[in-house]
């Protein structure tokens, strides 16, 4: 079965140090893959995606996220994170054309920001 | 420039009563969606509605019922509430419900059945 995996529900880390968020995959063909932050009381909000081509993908906030195939990962990287980015975030994953009603999420990995 | 709105933002049942949560976009899109996210268990789409006057049954449909009203409303409808449809529920949009798009997410409504 599809399935997206994120396996670290919480995170610490300092303001000002760099962060990775660890994602996996298991999809037979190439997979779509997203992104999404969600802040206290808030909807999900779309950080980036891939559908294809260059497996460095760059999104809004300052984020970015590798695709590499190799690991069936998508990890989100943030090079030095701001109290501001304290949320969850999601990852999420589907198949070429089957759309958003097939989208599967991770359970999600809680970040926190420490002073 | 309101996106997604839901209502209400929370709601306490007993179990038996039934009620409705509405959701309305105003971007002119044709695919709306109702998920529910429960603690660990990241979000699951329950229905889904590609175009106004369809609906279709996500992972976990049972317990629920939609009704595409227009374009713009998307209600989901618990018609004998349950304690394990305690949840948080989101609605959400998008233009056509391809991957090579944006879904745009309300800020959800907090469900309690007692």
């Known amino acids: 079965a599809q399935s997206v995996t994120q396996p670290d529900i919480h995170i610490t880390v300092s303001e000002g140090a760099s962060l990775e968020l660890r994602c996996n995959y298991s999809y037979g063909a190439t997979p779509y893959l997203f992104w999404y932050v969600q802040s206290p009381g808030q909807g999900l909000q779309l950080l980036l995606k891939?559908?294809?081509?260059?497996?460095l993908v760059q999104g809004i906030k300052g984020f970015e996220a590798e695709f590499k195939r190799s690991q069936s990962s998508f990890n989100l990287r943030k090079p030095s994170v701001h109290w501001s980015d304290a949320a969850e975030y999601f990852c999420?994953?589907?198949?070429?054309?089957?759309?958003?009603?097939?989208?599967?999420f991770g359970t999600g990995t809680r970040l926190l920001v420490s002073p | 420039n309101a996106g997604v709105t839901q209502t209400p933002k929370f709601q306490v049942l007993k179990t038996g009563q039934s009620m409705t949560l509405q959701c309305a976009q105003d971007?002119?899109?044709?695919?709306m969606y109702w998920y529910r996210q429960d603690p660990g268990m990241g979000l699951r789409l329950i229905y889904y509605?590609?175009?106004?006057?369809?609906?279709d049954k996500g992972e976990v449909p049972n317990g629920y019922n939609v009704s595409r009203l227009n374009k713009r409303e998307f209600s989901l409808r618990l018609e004998s509430a349950a304690p394990s449809q305690t949840s948080v529920y989101f609605c959400a949009s998008s233009e056509q419900g391809g991957t090579n798009e944006k879904l745009f997410f309300g800020s959800g409504t907090q469900l309690s059945v007692l």
């Open positions: 971007m002119n899109h044709n695919s």
């Open positions: 891939y559908f294809s081509g260059d497996t």
């Open positions: 509605s590609a175009s106004e006057g369809t609906t």
């Open positions: 999420a994953g589907t198949s070429m054309n089957t759309g958003f009603q097939k989208l599967v």
